[in-house]
T-cell receptor, first 116, second 111 residues
Framework: KQEVTQIPAALSVPEGENLVLNCSFT??????LQWFRQDPGKGLTSLLL?????REQTSGRLNASLDKSSGRSTLYIAASQPGDSATYLC???????????????FGEGTQLTVNP | DTAVSQTPKYLVTQMGNDKSIKCEQN?????MYWYKQDSKKFLKIMFS???????INETVPNRFSPKSPDKAHLNLHINSLELGDSAVYFC??????????FGPGTRLTVL
């Protein structure tokens, strides 16, 4: 059974810092990995999706990496801003040949606070 | 335009009642999902439909019944609501196994 862990559970940084959020998963047989952002009381916004064959994806100040063999992904946020404050969730999708091919298994999230 | 929409946004009801949550997506996706986010903010899949067919049904009580009248809609009906059903329910959609897009969530409170 796939388990996804995110460390740290909470992180508070001053504005302008570069930071790294970590995600690890127990079963490396994944199809892709997706990073989401959730603002308080709101839904999830997809940030980046990395296919299992890829090593990283970039979008603006965000860079996500994937090391499938070690079961790890990181989300790097450059020059953090107060508007980045949110909970960041990673989720993995198993390989297609499994019957549960469409499910996402989520980590518990990292709550990020960027202080002005 | 809202890509994935859910109604209602908030739902407060008494134990034992039956309620429904509606979800619609205008992205032309072929797969839709229901997730439950508990008080500890942990998100877990409940159901997944592909082209109106149920393909994932997690260990969810029979009181929960999803219904997909067409590819753009996936509704969740809950019978005999219990206190433990209080949570935020998220609908999502994707085209096959590509990126999933989530709705804003429905916060269900059972009194």
């Amino acid at each position: 059974k796939q388990e996804v862990t995110q460390i740290p559970a909470a992180l508070s940084v001053p504005e302008g810092e570069n930071l790294v959020l970590n995600c690890s998963f127990t079963d490396s047989a994944i199809y892709n990995l997706q990073w989401f952002r959730q603002d308080p009381g709101k839904g999830l916004t997809s940030l980046l999706l990395i296919q299992s064959s890829q090593r990283e994806q970039t979008s603006g100040r965000l860079n996500a990496s994937l090391d499938k063999s070690s079961g790890r992904s990181t989300l790097y946020i450059a020059a953090s801003q107060p508007g980045d404050s949110a909970t960041y969730l990673c989720a993995v999708r198993p390989r297609l040949e499994e019957t549960s091919g469409s499910r996402l298994t989520f980590g518990e999230g990292t709550q990020l606070t960027v202080n002005p | 335009d809202t890509a994935v929409s859910q109604t209602p946004k908030y739902l407060v009801t008494q134990m034992g009642n039956d309620k429904s949550i509606k979800c619609e997506q205008n992205l032309g996706h072929d797969t839709m999902y229901w997730y439950k986010q508990d008080s500890k903010k942990f998100l877990k899949i409940m159901f997944s439909y592909n082209n109106k067919e149920l393909i994932i049904n997690e260990t969810v009580p029979n009181r929960f019944s999803p219904k997909s009248p067409d590819k753009a809609h996936l509704n969740l009906h809950i019978n005999s609501l219990e206190l433990g059903d209080s949570a935020v329910y998220f609908c999502a959609s994707s085209q096959e196994v590509r990126k999933q897009f989530f709705g804003p969530g429905t916060r269900l409170t059972v009194l």
